[in-house]
């Protein structure tokens, strides 16, 4: 619920602010004020984007209480999401967890999400709902990450940015601001490559995107957004223990071998529509994305190209003591999957699979708010989903192994919040379900082609309670909360390194998520979060274990300071140990890693507004690994992460 607000013309100014506006994660008429759900919002300032390197979501959104996020020291596959321990089997891209990019959803209509798209160094605003959110989204909401990069301006902006760094880091970008009367253009693009810390790691990533708001009267409003990534990046695998030991740069020499990596390159655009109808907002989405992906693994080469398309329409009236909103969502995948064996990193002779796989998902929704007393507020919402997977087997003889699953869920959420003064209390009921993805269904431990038809959907159920507001010059949010989810998907691998899913009991979570930032003085504010989390394994010879991968104590601490254009932020970032898979033998030791930033925002040459910056990670040069693939075939469980790291750069506006 924290907000930075810095005018670049007042770079001595840091004020803290509890903003009355709309949460979109939540799709509903609820603002921050009044929202009986555990929510954190960032807004970064011009002086954050313009200062800080922005290499990776994990750096760009440090310090939310509730939100992990793993950088594997590598992109070929991408950070690892954690809202309250959902995410945690993700062995790839994002799963259990919603995101949204600038309106288009990240997470595809069979749960899975992918975020080579986004770039994080032009991430002006994200919105995080820390708990289950299927009433609002469906399929694979055990949270919400909604990021913006909306930089509308009133005038013509152009900015360029420079930034060179450790293990072979290049980046260069540029962005501009456009009004044309009184219709607003913003786009940028970026290129950036990086030798990386570990053997086998280079990465190269170029991402652009452009987005426009044309005000088409005084009732009528529409947004396009619109952007492409194109990624080559090695794979260098996760390690034993005794491999980290003794060389923790070294790269699996399966993968090696294997050239494994990922080439990929997504293409997508959308739009909305907003019109004030005599009952309400209506807003009409449709969005669609393509991506092409040639994937060299040690298994396997994979070859897969992928066509998404989605609409929205939503109606929604937000009245003085209530409001109401009715909806329906739809979505389509297809995915076009062949296998190849491997041969040197090339698709070899050998066709493994060739397969066609669909999914379908239809949902309505309707929510509703009204204000019992002044003070006291209730919310709820139900929403229904229908969700079909259908494959076509396209090898020959193999034609009795198309099928297709379908998936039900209905998704209720009930929540009081009550207004004290500057603050609020808040209690929510919330549900959440996820199916399989299309390749934990077809990743079959027999090697056949086919859906799984042992594999089916987990369902959470959670309560919370908690308190936020404004006392003074601070501002805080607490929560606690618990949650249960029955048929947990769980992942293992084989020999060969494949991953495999199951459903394997249940899970408990506890948890507590605390957020605190004061504002001392003009120059100094200091931001810090705590998250315990106790998550366990609740039936089964599993009982009272830990989930694997999920620290139990995360402290994060942001001092902040801003003087006469000096520009600092020190950060700490305390993770407490962790176990690498479900018999909790295999352990992860916890970290303090320390990272300083620092630049000037008052040099002006001309018409230029130049801001020099530097970086230093991991200042005290710490061994530590930041991420791990939980329940690794052989021990291979750790990604360690980069020791002390530079990065510098200018960024000049114009």
Known sequence: MFCFSAAAQKADTLEVVLPNVQVEALRSATTERSAPF?????????SDVALQPGLSLRSTLQGIAGLTINDRGHSALGERFLIRGMGWRSAFGVRGIQVVLDGIPLTLPDGQGSLDIVDPAFIRRAEIVRGPSSTFWGNGSGGVLMLSTDAFQDSTRIGIRGMGGSYGLQQGSVDAAVPLGKHRFYGYASSIKSAGYRDYS?????RAALTAKFNMGPRTQLRVVSGFAVQDSESPGALTVAQVAENPRAADTRNVNALAGKESTQVQAGATIYHQTGIGMLSVTAYALTRQLDNPLSYAYIDLKRKVAGARVQLQKNGQNAGWGIGVDAGFQDDDRLNFNNVNGQAGPNVELDQK?????????VFGQINLFPALTATAGLRADAIDFTLSDHLPGHESLSGDRSFSALSPSVGLAFRVGEGLLFVNYSTAFETPTTTELVNQPSGSSGLNSEVGAQHTTGFEAGARGQAGRSSFDVAVFRMMVTDQLQPFQDAGGRTY?????ETKHIGIEIALLTQFSRVFSLQSTYTMSQYQFDRGELRDLRLPGIPVHHLFLGLRAVKGGVYGQLA????????????????NTGYS?????????????GGAHIQPFVKASNVFDRDYVGSMVVNAFGGRYFEP????????????SF
Do not use: C, H, W
């Open 501 to 505: 899913y199951q459903n394997a009991g």
């Open 202 to 206: 280079e990465s190269r990533f170029t």
């Open 593 to 605: 890693i320390v990272d300083i930033n620092v630049g000037y925002t008052k040099l002006y040459v």
């Open 38 to 46: 555990a929510i954190s919002t960032l807004q970064r300032s011009a």
């Open 641 to 652: 992460s980069p020791g002390r790291t530079f990065q510098f750069g200018v960024s000049m």
């Open 357 to 365: 796989e669909e999914v379908r998902n239809l949902s309505a929704f």
């Open 572 to 587: 700490t970032d305390f993770v407490s140990s962790t176990f690498a898979e479900n018999d909790n033998t295999a352990p």
